[in-house]
């Protein structure tokens, strides 16, 4: 199973861990103060107090987006997954442009190998063009085509992450490996921002092994076999 971002998908806003008295007064606020606390306590592990606040910022307002986003997080933690998936739909009932929601209900759906409704959610939150982590949702449509075995898919998507945010390791990684052996040529590039990054995991170092195999490049495969033997002697 290809490598998902589930945690960058988690994009859950830092909790407050203090109420002003006056989110103790007003309704909406002290649903707001809750749910503050909720994805704080989801933040630190802590589940059973997360989902207290979440119920308590739900008892006030039930069509709270944050809370029941925070709900459908903490259950899929605990692999309550039925649960989860009722919360994830509710809070993109509540409001269909929460984008950062759908991608991780995507998120949940790759994890219980839904591949295709994944890729649909994915794609829909790709249309957002104000949404800040687009490019992470280009990324993670590539990932869900890797476990489709669209490659073809899954370059363009990488490549279009990469359009929106050219730092994005993985996908550099990735597109290395789907360009060998084909298209060397391609993949040098990939390789080249690899290298020049530090990124230095024994994955990336054995796929730049091989493209300096496929480009015939002598003193290459013998920097990156030092390297690897340099890796193998630390651990």
Not at 62 to 68: D, E, G, I, K, S
Not at 134 to 155: C, K, M, P, S, T
Request: charged letters at 30%; glycine letters at 4%; a negative charge.
């Amino acid at each position: 199973m290809p490598r998902l971002l589930i945690a960058l998908l988690l994009l859950m806003l830092s909790g407050c861990a203090t109420q002003p008295p006056w989110e103790r007064t007003d309704p909406d606020k002290q649903a707001d103060a809750y749910a503050n606390l909720g994805h704080g306590y989801l933040e630190q592990g802590d589940y059973n107090r997360s989902l207290r606040e979440f119920d308590r910022a739900l008892a006030l307002r039930p069509r709270h987006a944050r809370a029941l986003h925070g709900m459908a997080l903490t259950l899929q933690a605990q692999e309550e997954n039925q649960l989860a998936e009722n919360f994830f739909k509710q809070v993109l009932q509540v409001d269909r442009n929460k984008t950062f929601a759908r991608n991780n209900y995507a998120a949940f759906l790759f994890e219980q190998r839904r591949y295709d409704e994944a890729r649909r959610e994915l794609e829909i939150a790709s249309r957002d063009i104000f949404y800040p982590e687009r490019a992470i949702v280009f990324e993670n449509l590539g990932y869900v085509a890797l476990a489709q075995d669209d490659h073809q898919a899954a370059r363009e998507y990488f490549r279009r992450s990469l359009g929106l945010n050219r730092n994005l390791v993985n996908a550099h990684r990735e597109l290395l490996e789907l360009y060998l052996p084909d298209e060397p040529e391609r993949a040098i590039q990939h390789w080249s921002y690899l290298e020049q990054e530090g990124v230095s995991d024994r994955e990336t170092l054995y796929l730049g092994l091989e493209l300096a195999k496929i480009t015939g490049n002598q003193q290459k495969q013998e920097q990156i076999r030092q390297r690897l033997n340099e890796l193998n002697d630390n651990n």
